[in-house]
């Protein structure tokens, strides 16, 4: 069974750091395009970032510049850095499986969505 788990949430100050882990079981990454997705109450699902097989890699103009995307294909696992973290960024975040190999950030675009993580940014 194609499957993603997310870990790495919790509650930080704003300003602080958290870096979450996608880890898969039942495939390897290493033929995969991985995006990162975050859900906030009340709000749409929305693409923030992605890493193609190749190590290229996008971000949402909301966390440009913030979270840093990864992959350690040996450990079958990807990563999203966040640093100066906002009240804003307080979310729920998945991981999952682009369906075309492509970072393209549309949801429907992709697949074994994990759990997900939740995220708090709060003083």
């Known amino acids: 069974q194609l499957q993603l788990v997310e870990s790495g949430g919790g509650s930080v100050q704003p300003g602080g750091s958290l870096k979450l882990s996608c880890a898969a079981s039942?495939?390897?990454?290493?033929?995969?395009?991985i995006g990162w997705f975050r859900q906030a109450p009340g709000k749409e699902r929305e693409g923030i970032s992605c890493?193609?097989?190749?190590?290229?890699?996008n971000y949402a103009d909301s966390v440009k510049g913030r979270f840093t995307i990864s992959r350690d294909n040996a450990k079958n696992t990807v990563y999203l850095q966040m640093a100066s973290l906002k009240p804003e960024d307080t979310a729920v975040y998945y991981c999952?499986?682009?369906?075309?190999?492509?970072?393209?950030?549309?949801?429907?675009?992709?697949?074994?969505w994990g759990q997900g993580t939740q995220v708090t940014v709060s003083s």
């Open positions: 999952a499986r682009s369906r075309t190999s492509m970072c393209i950030m549309a949801r429907d675009l992709f697949g074994s």
């Open positions: 039942g495939f390897t990454l290493d033929y995969s395009a």
């Open positions: 890493i193609t097989s190749g190590g290229s890699t």
